[in-house]
């Protein structure tokens, strides 16, 4: 599969696996910054950026808790294949349950991030809204 050329977008929602092939319109990365500190993410993508991750560690919750059942496989009989091959399926379920655990950690680092880039996307804001409001008013 070829790597599309140009500024990658962000298509919140978008589920390139879906039968419906084609993405939502709108939703970029942002413009890049011309000088100087700014934001590349619009405040309403950080929000949404969050709310995705966070939804994505809680689907790996959901499958951590399914992993379970794998790591805590019991044979299905009393005789040495049985016991050897739910041995082998614990050890499965077991890394399983790490991967997963991975993921969730990793996922929600990620919306702590974008949470912290709300904070300072407001802090920004507030500075900019002190400034203003600080100018003479109308025309001197």
Not at 31 to 55: I, S
Not at 106 to 112: G, K, L, P, R, V
């Amino acid at each position: 599969m070829a790597v599309p050329e140009g500024t990658p977008v962000y298509q919140p929602g978008f589920d390139p696996g879906s039968v419906c092939k084609a993405p939502p319109a709108g939703g970029s990365y942002g413009t890049p910054v011309a000088e100087g500190a700014g934001f590349k993410y619009a405040e309403a993508t950080l929000h949404e950026l969050v709310t995705e991750w966070r939804d994505l560690a809680l689907q790996y919750q959901t499958d951590l808790a399914e992993a379970g059942r794998i790591a805590r496989a019991r044979p299905p009989g009393l005789e040495y294949a049985s016991g050897n091959n739910a041995d082998v399926t614990k050890l499965s379920g077991a890394a399983l349950e790490g991967a997963l655990r991975q993921r969730i950690a990793y996922c929600e680092n990620m919306a702590n991030k974008y949470v912290t880039a709300l904070g300072k996307y407001a802090t920004a804001e507030e500075h900019a809204t002190s400034v203003i409001n600080q100018q003479p008013k109308g025309i001197a």
